[in-house]
C-alpha cells in the first residue's frame, strides 16, 4: 500500500525563529544541479529563454509577452550573464543582488518588425552574445540553445557560432527535485487542496461548473498560490475527459472532477484531480469504478522505487483496449505519471506508450503525478490524481485529501 509523505511543518510566510523554505539555497541547489548536469555532458555554456528554464537557472522571473524577450547566458564555470528586458534591467540591479552580470536584451518581438529589422536585431543578438563568449574564451565552443527560434538560431550561426539543442539538458536537470524544491512541491500541493473543501462548502445541484471552478480558484489564491487553476466536468462531460468550463448546470445525482492542475507557488506545479458525487451515495457501478482506479494507482505507486522503471509501473496501467480504443495515443495525458516541477511536463514519464519499450530509472528526488480514470461512454467517469515523492525507500504520496473513495456531497 502507498504511504504518505510528511506533511510540511509550516506555512507560506517567512519568519526568523523557523527553518522554512531557505530561497538563497533554493537558488543555489537549482544552480549548482544544473551546473553538475553540464559538466557530465561535457557542456560547458548554455543560452536559454522561458520563463521556468530561466528561473530554475537564476531565480528570476521576468515578461513572457513575447518568445526569447529576456535570457540567460549560463556557464558551468562562471558566474551567470542576464540579458533582462528594457524596464525590468533597470529595477532588478537593486533587487536581485545575487546576480553579479546584467545586460540589456535584445528581441524581434516575435517578428512583428518585420522580416529585415527582425534580421538586424537578432544579427546584433548574437554579436552580444559571442563577445560575452569571448569574454570567457568560448567562443569556439558549440552554445546549447533552450527555448530558441529559428530567427536567433541563424544569427548565432552567422557569427560563427556552433549550436545545438538543450531542452534534454534541462529535463535531466531538473527530473530529480532538491530539498528546497521538495518544499516547495509540498507547498503548491496543501494550497490547491484547499480548493475541496470549497466543493464541499458549495456543491449543490444547480451551480454552473464555472461558478465552481471560480470559487475554488478564490480559495487557492487566499491561500497564496502564484497561480490559481481549478476546473470541473460533471455528468456526460466525464467521459472521457471532455471539454470543461461550459457554464454547465451540476445536476443532482452526478458524478463530477475536479482538477487544479497547473496552480503554481514560487513556480512549482501541483497536479491533482478529485472525484465527487452530488447526492447522498454513488451507485454500486460507480463504486466499482472507483474501487478499480484506486487500485491501479495504488499499484503503480507501488512500484515506483529507486532503481525500478517506468516499465514496472506502466504496466499497471489497463491497456487502452480495455476501453475500445485501438492505440495507446487515444488516452495519452490521461493514463500518465509525469514529471512535476517548475514545468507541468517533466521527466519521467509513465505510460503503455513509451514506457514498456524505452524505460526510464526511478532516482530518489523525482516527483511524479500519476493519474488514470474509469468509466462508460454515455454514463460518465471516475477521475484520481495523486503527486508522489521518490524516496530512498519508494513512493511517498504528497497529497492528502481523501482518495480511497469518490466523495458524496449531500444536499
Same mark, same amino acid.
Given at each position: 500500500m502507498p504511504r504518505f509523505s510528511p506533511p510540511l511543518t509550516f506555512g507560506p510566510g517567512s519568519v526568523d525563529w523557523q527553518d522554512r523554505i531557505n530561497f538563497d539555497r533554493l537558488r543555489n541547489q537549482r544552480a549548482e544541479r544544473m551546473r553538475d548536469t553540464m559538466k557530465k555532458n561535457n557542456i560547458p555554456v548554455l543560452l536559454a529563454a522561458g520563463d521556468s528554464n530561466n528561473r530554475y537557472l537564476t531565480g528570476l522571473t521576468g515578461p513572457e509577452f513575447a518568445g526569447g524577450v529576456w535570457y540567460v547566458l549560463f556557464f558551468a564555470e562562471a558566474e551567470p550573464v542576464v540579458f533582462a528586458h528594457a524596464g525590468y534591467i533597470s529595477h532588478y540591479e537593486r533587487e536581485c543582488p545575487w546576480i553579479s552580470r546584467w545586460r540589456l536584451a535584445r528581441s524581434w518581438l516575435n517578428g512583428i518588425c518585420g522580416p529585415e529589422a527582425a534580421a538586424e536585431e537578432a544579427e546584433k543578438f548574437a554579436a552580444d552574445i559571442r563577445e560575452e563568449l569571448t569574454r570567457q574564451g568560448l567562443q569556439d565552443e558549440p552554445l546549447t540553445l533552450i527555448g530558441f527560434d529559428g530567427t536567433a538560431q541563424s544569427a +548565432? *550561426?552567422?557569427?560563427?557560432?556552433?549550436?545545438k539543442g538543450g531542452s534534454a539538458l534541462m529535463l535531466e536537470a531538473t527530473a530529480r527535485k532538491t530539498d528546497e524544491e521538495l518544499k516547495c512541491v509540498k507547498m503548491v500541493v496543501a494550497m490547491a487542496e484547499t480548493a475541496w473543501t470549497k466543493v464541499l462548502e458549495h456543491l449543490k445541484p444547480g451551480i454552473q461548473d464555472t461558478e465552481l471552478a471560480r470559487i475554488c480558484r478564490e480559495?487557492?489564491?487566499h491561500a497564496g498560490a502564484e497561480t490559481a487553476k481549478a476546473g470541473f466536468r460533471s455528468g456526460p462531460l466525464t467521459w472521457d475527459r471532455g471539454?470543461?468550463?461550459?457554464?454547465?448546470?451540476? *445536476?443532482a445525482g452526478e458524478l463530477l472532477y475536479g482538477n487544479? /492542475?497547473?496552480?503554481?507557488?514560487?513556480?512549482?506545479?501541483? /497536479?491533482?484531480?478529485?472525484?465527487f458525487f452530488v447526492g447522498e451515495?454513488?451507485?454500486?457501478?460507480?463504486?466499482?469504478w472507483y474501487r478499480r482506479l484506486v487500485d491501479r494507482l495504488d499499484a503503480i505507486i507501488d512500484a515506483i522505487h529507486p532503481g525500478g522503471t517506468t516499465a514496472d509501473a506502466a504496466r499497471h496501467f489497463a491497456p487502452a483496449a480495455t476501453w475500445g480504443y485501438r492505440d495507446?495515443?487515444?488516452? +495519452?495525458?490521461?493514463?500518465?505519471?509525469?514529471? =512535476?516541477?517548475?514545468? *507541468?511536463?517533466?521527466?519521467? =514519464?509513465?505510460?503503455? *506508450?513509451?514506457?514498456?519499450?524505452?524505460p526510464q530509472i526511478f532516482e530518489p528526488g523525482m516527483v511524479i503525478a500519476v493519474e488514470s480514470r474509469e468509466g462508460e461512454a454515455g454514463r460518465g467517469a471516475v477521475r +484520481?490524481?495523486?503527486?508522489?515523492? =521518490?524516496?530512498?525507500?519508494?513512493?511517498?504520496?504528497?497529497?492528502?485529501?481523501p482518495r480511497d473513495r469518490i466523495i458524496a456531497v449531500p444536499f
Open positions: +548565432l *550561426q552567422n557569427k560563427g557560432i556552433a549550436v480559495a487557492i489564491s471539454i470543461k468550463g461550459t457554464a454547465r448546470f451540476i *445536476q487544479v /492542475c497547473s496552480t503554481r507557488y514560487l513556480g512549482y506545479g501541483a /497536479c491533482l484531480y478529485r472525484t451515495r454513488p451507485d454500486k457501478r460507480e463504486t466499482d495507446e495515443l487515444d488516452v +495519452l495525458t490521461i493514463e500518465i505519471g509525469h514529471g =512535476v516541477g517548475l514545468r *507541468q511536463y517533466e521527466m519521467p =514519464v509513465i505510460n503503455r *506508450q513509451w514506457s514498456l519499450a524505452h +484520481l490524481e495523486d503527486m508522489v515523492i =521518490v524516496t530512498e525507500n519508494g513512493a511517498e504520496i504528497i497529497d492528502r485529501f
